[in-house]
């Protein structure tokens, strides 16, 4: 009996590493193209550093939804790191991970076989890739169906997937966790950046945080909405997905 146990304990354990692990994680395929990155002038809530420009981008494949809590746990036991701070509302292992740091999500992104978005991928793909109906937001013009954030999220994160899905079958690129790109940020890169396949300025005021989350104004789920963030910052809805 004893041996049946162990046999059927191990059994569990591995089925949740399984669904735990960097094996299971959904990518979506991206395939290549030319947009316009940013905002018209005219638009309402253009910021300055949102200036439209075109960009051509490589075929890549993204992850389809926001690297979970239960994910980056298991990462952390996997690999001896601690997990980051809870939020108040605690830990929902469903819900996208948060409080990370861009090292932190840049280790886990290199430890799954991938790597952060560029800022041009990442908004490429919120976008709808050549499959964009040109929203606002990912997914739609409505904010309430894509995203959560402060007007409707009740002040938590909200498990991934619940939202309405973007073109490509992308969820949650517009709220519920702000995703960090790979890209330092700079006010005025746009004016000065390559047309193909951009990877960022060399120096910046901290790296690129896109999408909004669930603490913050609809406003800021826009597909083209960009801030900068402090490498070591570990903001309450800062998450992040992967790319390779």
Known sequence: MKKIATLILCFVISQLAFSQGKETIEWVKVEGGTFLMGCEKTEADCYPDEEQHAVTVSTF??????????????????????????????????????????????DYAKWAGGRLPTEAEWEYAARGGKYSKGYTYSGGNDALEVGWCYENSNKTTHPVGEKKANELGLYDMSGNAWEWCND?????????????????????????????????????????????????????????????
Not at 71 to 86: D, S, V
Not at 189 to 207: D, E, F, L, M, R
């Open 61 to 106: 494949h993204i992850s389809k939804y926001e690297i979970t809590v239960e994910q980056f746990r298991y990462y952390c036991h996997q690999t001896g790191k601690e997990m980051p701070p809870a939020p108040n509302f605690g830990w929902q292992d469903k819900a996208p991970i948060v409080n990370v740091t861009w090292q932190q999500a840049y």
């Open 184 to 244: 330092n940020y700079e006010i005025y890169y746009y004016k000065n950046s390559p047309q193909k396949n951009p990877q960022g300025p060399a120096t910046g005021i901290g790296k690129v945080n896109r999408g909004g989350c669930y603490n913050f104004d609809y406003r800021l789920m826009k597909n083209s909405h960009r801030r900068g963030s402090g490498e070591e910052s570990t903001g309450t809805g800062t998450g992040f997905r992967i790319v390779k």
